[in-house]
């Protein structure tokens, strides 16, 4: 592992992966596989790390990936998610970023002995952030619905008290819960392209599920969303809509990945 001090641009991270190879005495034939995330100085076609490597070594057979788990984060993208990311966001700061409503909220979670003792901050680049912030709200909604009831204060919390908003709530909040297990199982030590791609194909598969069951107006995956009364059939067909296309997203996303695995699924056959 080599370190970068200053900048960390396209050549900064080339130079230093050239100066890694001489160190360990490692030929360029040897390497098969480079996985970056998607930041431009590592996959810029001219003064990327990729770009520079392409030009250093021409006609060379590695392929490049985009970090699987990264890229699984980035398939949320293909939610409509951000009205309900920036009202939960706005409740989050109102309870948070004002120091004594901070301190008489936690002092309410005490006295009401809450299991939580506080709201959680979303932070855009963890990539599970979005899924634990909206469960820990879930979790605490009645006890922040009666906190700002007893401040007088209604009008903060008043999208909790919503069937519709709370509705669209609970069916991201299932989701996201989903995607972060899928997430942490693709972190876990031991992990190999095998057993990461077989948790994707997994999930894929769920994907499928959970929308023919929601086509059915079976909830049985989706616990919170089955806790509100009386969702409508728009709505359930409006969530089918999205898982339909957070499948698609992943199936875009990871094209790259799954060809390498077909590949050498059937390599084994090919040299018998």
């Not at 616990?223 to 409508?232: C, D, G």
């Not at 728009?234 to 898982?243: A, F, M, P, R, V």
């Amino acid at each position: 592992m080599r370190f970068l001090k200053g900048t960390t641009n396209g050549c900064d991270i080339f130079r230093e992966f050239q100066e890694g190879l001489l160190t360990l005495k490692v030929p360029i034939t040897n390497i098969c596989n480079i996985t970056t995330d998607g930041a431009p100085n590592m996959t810029g076609k001219k003064s990327g790390f990729l770009g520079l490597f392409n030009q250093n070594y021409p006609g060379n057979n590695v392929v490049f990936l985009h970090c699987v788990i990264h890229q699984d984060a980035l398939c949320k993208s293909a939610l409509n998610m951000k009205p309900v990311l920036d009202a939960v966001v706005k409740l989050v700061n109102t309870i948070r970023s004002r120091g004594l409503t901070h301190r008489q909220f936690r002092d309410f979670l005490q006295s009401v002995q809450s299991e939580y003792s506080d709201v959680l901050y979303y932070t855009k680049v963890r990539w599970l952030s979005a899924g634990c912030v909206f469960e820990r709200v879930w979790q605490l909604k009645d006890d922040i619905v009666s906190f700002f009831h007893e401040k007088q204060c209604s009008a903060e919390c008043e999208m909790l008290e919503d069937t519709e908003w709370l509705s669209d709530f609970a069916f991201f909040t299932d989701l996201l819960c989903h995607m972060n297990n899928l997430n942490i199982k693709m972190q876990g030590k031991n992990q190999f392209n095998d057993d990461i791609w077989a948790h994707l194909k997994a999930f894929k598969l769920k994907l499928n599920l959970f929308a023919g069951q929601l086509a059915k107006n079976d909830l049985s995956h989706f616990s919170r969303l089955n806790s509100i009364p009386s969702v409508n059939e728009e709505k359930l067909k409006n969530y089918e809509d999205g898982l339909k296309k957070l499948h698609f997203e992943f199936e875009r996303r990871f094209q790259d990945f799954s060809a390498i695995q077909t590949e050498l699924d059937i390599l084994p056959y090919l040299s018998t």
